[in-house]
């Protein structure tokens, strides 16, 4: 085994759904996924940029603490459920919106009067509910960009109106993350680690720009203490390195192994070494129509090509 630290390789991404996704990435050094893991969900929560509503007015309100004629909700669940709403900025200035509404019926997130520097990514969100026909609401918004959490009092610091009231403000646009680490192999390395990383965005950005802004940000603040220090690094372990580029690419027909062996590894998608060398012996033993019989000759087959 080579003597460098072998850089990590993005796998595969699984697509969850539209703001959902995991992030496979292996094979790693002994003990780099939980590091790898717990540092890049830490940034995820806490360091990604996004928009959120900072201060807000109704007319004809002066304070929180008060109800509306007209309005089944009062100003404090007004004010809550305005937190709820979810936008995505194209301007790191403030944006100023309005929301106007007559008539009774719901209102929502798209009466919101949007313009080019911001989109509501979550037009459902129900706001204020108006029960008289001839009640109006009227609501002037301001929209900040930034990053984690702001306190109810830096956000009335910051005001740009000072008759607004003022809101915390959560900014991260990743709402949960979640990691685990197990073990994987390549040929007869087995003591390798193996990172399957779960993003979940509000919407306003996709899994992979939150996955990847993330990894930037960590190599920012290492490569600021690292200095001039560099380190060589080797490849990803089973990624095509010269010498081996041919036989990693090499067709799983092409193997010599059993029909029964090879069509069960087609079958699964598994087309190329490279492909199977990637797996685990528990991956293999997961897909279907794959006995033990045929995971010893693989095993044997990984031993004889020595990789």
Request: aromatic share 4%.
């Amino acid at each position: 085994m080579s003597k460098l630290i072998h850089n990590p390789a993005l796998a595969e991404v699984k697509d969850l759904s539209e703001t959902a996704a995991t992030f496979v990435v292996k094979p790693l050094e002994p003990g780099y996924g939980n590091t790898l893991g717990n540092s890049l969900r830490r940034v995820l929560l806490s360091s990604i940029n996004g928009a959120a509503i900072v201060a807000f007015k109704i007319e004809g309100v002066n304070h929180e603490f008060t109800t509306i004629s007209g309005i089944k909700e009062d100003v404090v669940d007004i004010m809550l459920n305005l937190k709820n709403v979810k936008f995505k900025a194209h301007t790191d200035r403030p944006i100023e919106l309005r929301l106007e509404k007559s008539g009774a019926g719901v209102v929502t997130a798209a009466d919101i009067k949007a313009n080019a520097d911001v989109e509501v990514v979550n037009p459902d969100q129900v706001i204020a509910t108006i029960d008289d026909s001839k009640t109006k609401i009227a609501i002037d918004l301001v929209i900040e960009s930034g990053h984690g959490y702001q306190t109810i009092e830096e956000s009335s610091e910051n005001r740009i109106h000072s008759d607004m009231i003022a809101l915390d403000a959560m900014f991260s646009p990743v709402l949960r993350v979640r990691y685990k680490v197990d073990n994987t192999r390549v040929g007869q390395d087995s003591n390798l680690d193996r990172l399957d990383l779960t993003v979940e965005t509000d919407g306003s950005l996709s899994p992979r720009d939150a996955f990847e802004q993330a990894a930037a940000v960590l190599t920012n603040q290492y490569s600021a203490l690292a200095g001039s220090t560099v380190v060589e690094a080797a490849p990803a372990l089973g990624e095509d390195v010269e010498g081996l580029a041919d036989e990693l690419h090499t067709p799983i027909e092409d193997l010599n192994l059993t029909a029964r062996t090879t069509n069960a590894l087609v079958n699964n998608d598994i087309r190329t070494v490279h492909d199977l060398v990637n797996l685990t012996e528990q991956d293999l033993r997961e897909l279907k129509g794959f006995g033990s019989k045929a995971l010893d000759e693989v095993k044997d087959k990984i031993a004889e090509l020595n990789l």
